[in-house]
């Protein structure tokens, strides 16, 4: 456990330090800038490192332009992407140039391009791009186990050996597949639902009745895992918010199950942490 807790030491008061510039940015001046773009399933979000990889912005909103792991409105994300830069940039008194994106593990042939177009196209020089669990790892910083990453449209997992992802998957189930079950339990329309779901007050109740959802997310990773002597599980992404989620999930795998302080930002910051000063 101490490696579990020196880990989550680390990466808890990373995410605790960007909670706090998202309100109040740093405006102290660096050298240069280092920011991850995350183009989620249900939000985008922007984090901005110093020289020293120390976070002092960011800034997310709700989107809906990526549908499980893939842009499907391009020009919408450019737009929010370009919008969300220039509302740092204001707060910063900066230019922001360099970012770094990720995509779910397995996609890079598929939307790579896509995605790292939409980030050029809001104005950054693309320096980096990698799959989201490997983004996450660069916080997380575990050396062995799988990391899950439970996103709006997909789960991703990556299984770790000495630091190294050696095996990646990605599948289409996420908080979309959350929502659409409490929308049909609760006869709300499925932006409600979404908006339900995203409020801590309600979790203990939807626990039960997103429980199918868990299960069959938890299969995906028992499916994944099963051939690789993986001994515990880390989660992240925005919809391990849902309080209780790594309880179903450590029962179902047979295995302990962690999660971070606030699993949405994780990946982002990780991303962040990967952007560096050399245009692809």
């Known amino acids: 456990m101490e490696t579990v807790n020196s880990a989550f030491q680390y990466c808890d008061q990373l995410v605790r330090d960007f909670e706090k510039v998202i309100t109040t940015p740093i405006l102290n001046k660096s050298s240069v800038y ?26 997310y909103r709700f989107a809906s332009v990526v549908k499980d792991g893939m842009v499907v409105d391009y020009i919408g994300a450019i737009r929010i992407v370009k919008e969300l830069k220039q509302e740092l940039e204001q707060k910063l008194g900066v230019e922001l140039i360099y970012a770094a994106a990720a995509l779910p593990p397995g996609t890079d042939t598929l939307d790579s391009g896509a995605i790292k177009h939409v980030v050029q196209g809001a104005g950054f ?97 028992s499916r994944h895992i099963s051939e690789y002597p993986v001994k515990e599980i880390y989660l992240v992404g925005g919809t391990c918010c849902l309080e209780g989620i790594e309880d179903i999930i450590a029962k179902q795998t047979n295995l302990p199950t962690y999660k971070p302080q606030n699993p949405m930002f994780v990946t982002p910051l990780g991303i962040a942490l990967n952007c560096t000063q050399e245009s692809l």
């Open 125 to 221: 020089e693309v320096t980096n791009v990698l799959d989201e669990p490997t983004a996450a790892n660069a916080v997380l910083k575990i050396q062995d186990g799988a990391i899950v990453d439970i996103g709006g449209g997909t789960t991703g997992i990556a299984i770790l050996k000495d630091g190294n992802v050696i095996y990646v998957a990605d599948e289409p189930t996420g908080g979309t597949h959350f929502s659409l079950v409490i929308a049909g339990a609760y006869k709300m329309s499925f932006d409600d639902a979404d908006q339900y779901k995203r409020d801590f007050k309600n979790h203990r109740e939807l626990i039960t009745i997103v429980r199918p959802v868990i299960e069959k997310v938890s299969s995906i990773i």
């Open 34 to 59: 280092y920011t991850g773009v995350d183009l989620g399933t249900a939000y985008i979000v922007l984090a901005v490192l110093d020289e020293n990889y120390q976070p002092v912005a960011g800034a």
